[in-house]
């Protein structure tokens, strides 16, 4: 061993001792994700002498991660977050053996036997799908997880072992706080109810797939539903086919209804598409509502803007008189920052540009006018327009994507001011529409350091010294350690009986594979029996319903990575969760299709069997505060019931198709704007 090297492991050998430290460097080590905590944590665990470790992230690396992730330089933006990370790190101790591969964790080549041959994984994701995907993994595998997560000042740490300690799914993760979807369509009272609805209603309807609902509308009218509701909804559909059209032919009707061709592909500079768009949400539509006169009995009715006025500082407000110069000059805001600011800015606009380049303080951090907000409008919907008109197919908003931020800015910032409410900067837009909860390299840094000591004791069989680690906002314990919980028993996860089948998913139907997973002896959990079988939230067959027990596993989507859950029917015995592996690549080409697992699965007896065991990926108990989940966390679904047809949408403000859209972007669907919610609706998670 050369000086250099025994000098970069005498302190590392001094703290942990040699056995551990000799057992450390055999280690094979799995890290998923080169972020913020994978490049901290990489720099540790290459530091502490993992002698192996595979590094993987699916992701490039972004200008805005150089300020936290360190292994990144300018010059590496667009390449591969493991690859440079890789790179980067190894220069810190040659002697340990990092390879990394740029992929998603969930792909299929990353099964069950590709996990095992594992010591330890450590996860550094950032969302809550990717987590229970390993979690799950490990899970069948056996393999020790260390999980992880920030989110500002506030981290955690959670070390898993099976049938020892709670996995991750053992308690449910807390659900995106959700609004009304009445709140968004027309009864908006803060800014966030302004930018979701740019964001998530605006930007889809406009640049999005074109789902016009006809056949819904068709479909719900022969069912009986309310002519006029359907009428309504149908002229709605109309209007938005036509400014998407102007939108994307690059000619803009006329708002008269003559049309106009724009010369060369660039969109309208004058804006006539932008005039169109303008004109039907933010007038018509407004003026639409209005006409519903009991829905502003108990509300301020919003005020229709109107675009010359505006652009020609005309407009006036009328429902704000505390701001005398509530033109479009004066701020727009009247509201909060009338109090709290007590003074305006006069005129702001009148040498501006529209990406609001006067005034004081960073151009992004400043509030814009009226006008302002109308002429970013002009200007971000022509660009998005131009991109239309040059090929891109849709477009979604993206915090990253300057087009679409400055656009939900904009049409935020307008119909807050349509609705009395108070505008925000870009930055704040940016902030709330992107839900991003500022990324701390110190929070980051103390959560890798936890890591490090869990998977040290993992490692070293220590379980008693295993720990849930809290870093938390409290002074007086900024870090907290708390004995982790048993496995829970009803949990859908990790009480699963976990087993391999090896198989050739083309050649073996689904009723093979079951019948040689049960087996036919009559041992105890083990035998042919009433069972229902599950792929992730899908049902594939049950007792009464066999159509698909002679189909192939490759027809029904059952392939390598994915498991199968096999469910008893009485409630009798414990879930068995089938993780589909290829064939070794010495097994004969013409030899049997499968391998069954062997020894074969024996669940445990269930100590109650009614009610039924839950089904797969049900997770049964809440968690308190959590900051795995990540940004794009998800509710858990139980799976459909079985065989009902999906009925009848009912119709209400939004089409099932953007129901479900609004839906996936954390919106709650509730039927009129005086339905009660049990749950206070709350705001998306900013942090603020
Ligand atoms: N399914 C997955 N497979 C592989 N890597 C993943 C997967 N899901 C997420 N990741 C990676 O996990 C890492 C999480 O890191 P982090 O939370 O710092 O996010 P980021 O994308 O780097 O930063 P930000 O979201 O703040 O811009 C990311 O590099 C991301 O690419
Ligand atoms: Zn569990």
Redesign the pocket.
Known sequence: MSTKASSRSTHVEAILGRDLYAQVRNVKLLL???????CELLKNIVLTGFGDITL????TI?L??LN??FLFRKKDVKQS?ALVAARTAQQFNPSVRITPIH????EPQFDVAWFRQFHIVLN????L??RR?VNKMCLAAAVPLVESG?AGYLGQVQPILKDRTECFDCMPKPIPKTFPVCTIRSTPSQPIHCIVWAKSYLIPQLFGEDEDGGDELDEAEKQGENAEKIANLRKEAQAFTAVRNALRSGSHPKPNGSTTRSRSKKANPNGDAAQLVFNKVFEADIQNLLSMSDMWSNRAPPVPLNYHEILNDSFVLPNHPETDAATSNGPFVPQNKAHTNGHNVPNASSSSTASGSGGAGLKDQRELTLRENLELFIHSTNRLSMRLNSGEDTISFDKDDDDTLDFVTAAANLRAAAYGIGGKSRWEVKEMAGN?IP?IATT?AVISGAIVLQALHLLRKNYGGLRNIHLQLKPEVPLNGSSVGAPAPECGVCRDTYVELLCDPSRVTLGEAIERILGDGDDEGTGPRDVSVYEDKRILSDPDFDDNLERTLESLGVTRGKFLTIVDEDGEWGNVAVAIGVLPPNHPPNGPALIPPFPLPKPPRLSKPTPPPLTPNTPPRKRTASVMG??DDIEHVAPPPKRTKTGMPHINMASPSKKKRLEDEGLLIVENPDEKVDDEPELITIDD
Do not use: C, E, F
Request: glycine letters at 14%; aromatic letters at 0%; zero cysteines.
């Open positions: 998923v994700g080169a972020g913020g905590i994978g993987l992230d699916l992701d972004d805005s991660n936290r992730q977050k992929a998603n964790i969930k550094a994701l950032d969302n799908d990717a995907h920030t991003i990324a980051n990540g940004d």
